[in-house]
């Protein structure tokens, strides 16, 4: 079973910058793909970003130039950096390993 971990999450204001960590058990993200979602109440998931074991990195039109997706193997750890926040970014953001195991969620709000 592979526990994921995900923090970094707050309260930002509108232009504002976060960087979420997803925290995995066992070195895993160099063999698998790792994706964020994020998702509001009521709302089903949407997908954020991916990369790939390979290092490829793909996004969702809405965070394309805002957001960036990395991963540092030595630490079992996947970021999102996110810039130029903007209100409608306020979610609940989730990473899957695997595109199998998710943890928590942590919460971003963005005012305005």
């Known amino acids: 079973q592979v526990q994921v971990v995900e923090s970094g999450g707050g309260l930002v204001q509108a232009g504002g910058s976060l960087r979420l960590s997803c925290a995995a058990s066992g070195s895993i993200f160099g063999i698998v793909v790792t994706d964020w979602y994020r998702q509001a109440p009521g709302k089903g998931r949407e997908f954020v970003a991916t990369i790939t074991s390979g290092g490829n990195t793909n996004y969702a039109d809405s965070v394309k130039g805002r957001f960036a997706i990395s991963r540092d193997n030595t630490k079992n750890t996947v970021y999102l950096q996110m810039n130029s926040l903007k209100p409608d970014d306020t979610d609940v953001y989730y990473c899957?390993?695997?595109?199998?195991?998710w943890g928590q969620g942590t919460q971003v709000t963005v005012s305005s």
């Open positions: 899957t390993v695997a595109r199998r195991y």
